[in-house]
Nanobody, 127 residues
């Protein structure tokens, strides 16, 4: 498994931007498909975005499509989630996840597809 640490969360006004980072250690990071999920109070963890191990394919939840961008910097063992035009409903704890098996061009949108998780970073969007 790979160890994951998220950072970059915080408090921002509606319409603002944040960039989340997820740093990985322990394994060959470029072999891992990655995902971002979020969990609001009283709600289940939900899919936000995913990227393949190759970095060539990405996929977004409809609620964030066009506003969020998932990218990976393999040389730095880090993935990034650029979040623009933030809305109050984006408020949640954001988690990154990693999966070390499967085709290099595959991405995954289910929580149980991932074997490693970070501790999460809080994002709060005020109206």
């Amino acid at each position: 498994q790979v160890q994951l640490v998220e950072s970059g969360g915080g408090l921002v006004q509606a319409g603002g931007s944040l960039r989340l980072s997820c740093a990985a250690s322990g394994r060959t990071f470029s072999n891992y498909a990655m995902g971002w999920f979020r969990q609001a109070p009283g709600k289940e963890r939900e899919f936000v975005a995913a990227i393949s191990a190759s970095g060539g394919r990405s996929y977004y939840a409809d609620s964030v499509k066009g506003r969020f961008t998932f990218s990976r910097g393999n040389a730095k063992n880090t993935v990034y989630l650029q979040m623009n035009s933030l809305k109050p409903e984006d408020t949640a704890v954001y988690f990154c996840a990693a999966r070390g098996t499967g085709p290099a061009n595959a991405f995954y949108i289910r929580t149980n597809s991932y074997e490693s998780w970070g501790q999460g970073t809080q994002v709060t969007v005020s109206s």
